[in-house]
Nanobody, 123 residues
Framework: VQLQASGGGLVQAGGSLRLSCATSERTFSPYAMGWFRQTPGKEREFVSV????????VYADSVKGRFTLSRDNAKNTMYLQMNTLIPEDTAVYYCAAVRKWTNFLRSSGYDYWGQGTLVTVSS
């Protein structure tokens, strides 16, 4: 299974972007999918996760109220709507998927990863 992340770009502070993550197999039914982000010299940081069946979501405190995660089961695609972006959101964003319940906050718990998409927020 391959994950394809897209939607990154350059935006001014206060602006919005929507990231997408599509899976390569239509029959793939993960337990959950999520987003992490990483800046140079730092560990990959949890952003948000959504369960594929029930659509339950969890957000990092740093993005709560600004980011919204959703999924389209029919398209096997996950979306991260990012509003009110701040320079601290600048990072490479990675989508990930997991087949069964795990510690969703840890990157080591995920089975599949996308290639990353760069988000740059200018001040």
């Amino acid at each position: 299974v391959q994950l394809q992340a897209s939607g990154g770009g350059l935006v001014q502070a206060g602006g919005s972007l929507r990231l997408s993550c599509a899976t390569s197999e239509r029959t793939f039914s993960p337990y959950a999918m999520g987003w992490f982000r990483q800046t140079p010299g730092k560990e990959r940081e949890f952003v948000s996760v959504i369960t594929w069946g029930g659509g339950s979501t969890v957000y990092a405190d740093s993005v709560k109220g600004r980011f919204t995660l959703s999924r389209d089961n029919a398209k096997n695609t996950m979306y991260l709507q990012m509003n009110t972006l701040i320079p601290e959101d600048t990072a490479v964003y990675y989508c990930a998927a997991v087949r069964k319940w795990t510690n969703f906050l840890r990157s080591s718990g995920y089975d599949y990863w996308g290639q990353g998409t760069l988000v740059t927020v200018s001040s």
